[in-house]
């Protein structure tokens, strides 16, 4: 998938994983967006790496790795902020 698409499927992926992760995560709207950015970049390029496999188009299964990859920057970005 390009990298426009990651940005915008990364937008939504940020909103869903800071909704479903569990206690409380500082920043306002701006920061989910940049995290869930960052989030989908990061799980498409690891998706990319562990399944050799690049995602075309937004599927389902692309949604899913833009959650998780916005889940884990989410926990490092508490870890560093000290709200994890």
Known sequence: MGIL???VLGIIAGAIA???YPGHQGGGILATIAL???GALVGGWIGNLLFGV???GFTWWG???A???AMVVLFIYGLVTKNA
């Open 5 to 7: 698409a990651w940005i």
């Open 18 to 20: 800071k909704a479903i």
């Open 36 to 38: 869930g950015i960052v």
């Open 54 to 56: 690049g995602f075309t």
């Open 63 to 65: 949604l899913l790795v």
């Open 67 to 69: 959650i998780v990859g």
